[in-house]
Structure formats: C-alpha cells, structure tokens
C-alpha cells in the first residue's frame, strides 16, 4: 500500500492552471487532418468532403479540433460508413471513445484520442450534402446548393426559460441546491441564446456569448452562482428572472407584459435574496 501510494499521480498539474503545453500539437492536428482527407479521397464510398469550423475560415488556434464532412455515395447510409471509418480511428489513429450524434438524415460522429484531440466526422447521404453555413470548405467533389440552418425560435427560448425558471423555484424551496443550479443554468443558457439572436451572433452553444455587448455580458454574469448557500441560490435565480424577462421585451413586448407578473412571483417565493429584489423584476 505504501509503495502505491508513492507512485505518481497521472492527473497532478491538470488543474485550471496546468495548460503551460498542449497534449497535441498544431502540427500533429494539420498532419492528422491530411490523412483523414487522403483517406477521404481513397475511399470510394466518399464523392465529396469539405473542411468545416474555424479550419474552413483560416481561424484555427491551439485549441481547435479536426472537422470534416464527408458526402456519401448515393444509396449508402451513415452509420455503415461511419462504421467502416470507426475501425481506422482506433486502429491507427488512438481513438479512446467516441459519440454519435443525429441531424436529420446526417451522423455526426465525435471522436476523443488519446491525446485529447476531438475529431469530428459528418457522414452525409449524397442528397443532403451542402454547406450550412459560411464555415465549410470544398476539398473535393461537388456540393448541393447551400441550405441555411434554421434558428431556434425565440418564442420556444422564451418558454424554456421559464419552464426552467419553474423548476429552479421548487428546486430551492425543496432544498435541493444542486438541482437548483442546475436549473438556474438552464435558464441562463436560453437567456445567452436570446441575446445572440438579437444581436446576430452564433446562438447555438452559446458560441456568440463573449461577442456580446459589456452590458448584456455584465446582466448575464450576474446569474452565476456563486454557492450553494439558497440566499446566494436565490439571488441568482432573481437575475435571471430579470434577464429572461428583458430578452423577452426585445422580442414580443405583449408576451413580456403577460409573463411579468408571473416572474415576480417566481422571484418573491424563490427565497430571502429573491424575495428582497423581486421589486427589481420589472
């Protein structure tokens, strides 16, 4: 036991200030991404493919992951291909798991290695194959003509937001505090996509977030929580009340009068810090 105990942590210097180097280096990512693209135009299954994310738009840095969309010939499915591709990640490329996630007809397939490199891999039926956006790259082949991905409604943000804000309240008032950051998370994310929407931004993911003006930045930093404490629990919640209630004016003034008074009263029974600011939700 007290030879184990002398052995070295595997994880020691990976804490929040340990990221002095990268696992995987720049070059490691382009040399791995040219292979992937050989074996693209290799593979007779594949008519098309095209480089997507930052790489497409010359905006790579350290951090950025390898993303390829790959056109299928026509009558082959995703997950057969992607099938085939599974066993050269982990064959040859030290891919440790991976995870499949569908839009519509088309797998995207999320690879981890061992380096910590996330590699992302789009198998797309031949008829839906086009750009979504202006991140995409041709490499080779041909595309169908662009079709814009549809942005979430804001009315359907708006009512998750308060279906979250719902939640938050009772989680509180059960004192059931990590589920009450939970919620309260939840609504600050709908407010985040809302607040993209309205100024053009990225939406999805927050990606847009940190593009956002000082004081919308400001208005949703307010909403983190800071502890578990339901005062600190309680005064979060009453922020976030007030954020989603400003997005939903800039949207739908009516909807915003109707949703008001509710709000108060979400923020008044939240808690004590709810309670004392409930005043504020106008």
């Known amino acids: 036991m007290a030879d184990r105990l002398r052995e070295p942590d595997p994880l020691r210097g990976w804490g929040c200030c340990g990221y002095d180097r990268l696992v995987f280096s720049q070059r490691e990512r382009h040399d791995l991404r040219e292979c992937l693209i050989a074996t693209a135009r290799a593979d007779d299954r594949i008519i098309a493919a095209a480089v997507v994310g930052s790489a497409a738009v010359a905006r790579e840095d350290q951090w950025s992951d390898i993303d390829l969309a790959l056109r299928l010939a ?24 991976h995870l499949d996630v569908w839009s519509g007809s088309t797998l995207f397939r999320v690879f981890l290695l061992s380096s910590s490199m996330q590699v992302d891999l789009s198998f797309w039926p031949s008829d839906t194959f086009a750009a979504s956006g202006t991140s995409f790259r041709l490499l080779f082949g041909e595309a169908n003509d662009p ?3 549809p942005l979430p409604a804001p009315r359907t943000l708006i009512g998750m937001g308060w279906l ?28 985040v ?31 983190l929580v800071r502890g578990l404490d339901p005062s600190e629990l309680s005064r979060a919640f009453a922020g976030a009340m007030r954020a989603l ?30 309670a004392q600011t409930e005043d504020t939700v106008q």
């Open 74 to 97: 026509s009558g082959l499915e995703p997950v057969d291909v992607g099938d085939v591709w599974n066993g050269w990640m982990y064959e040859n490329h030290r891919a440790v798991d």
């Open 147 to 149: 079709k814009p991905s």
């Open 164 to 191: 979250y804000a719902l939640h938050a309240r009772s989680s509180i008032a059960r004192g059931r505090y990590l589920q009450a950051v939970y919620m309260v998370n939840g609504v600050r994310d709908h407010v």
């Open 193 to 223: 996509s809302l607040a993209c929407l309205r100024y053009g931004l990225p939406a999805h993911q927050g990606r847009g977030v940190d593009d956002l003006p000082d004081e919308v930045v400001e208005t949703i930093a307010y909403t």
């Open 245 to 274: 209630l400003r997005e939903a004016e800039q949207i739908d003034p009516s909807l915003a009068s109707r949703l008001r008074e509710p709000v108060r009263e979400l923020a008044r029974t939240a808690g004590p810090r709810a």
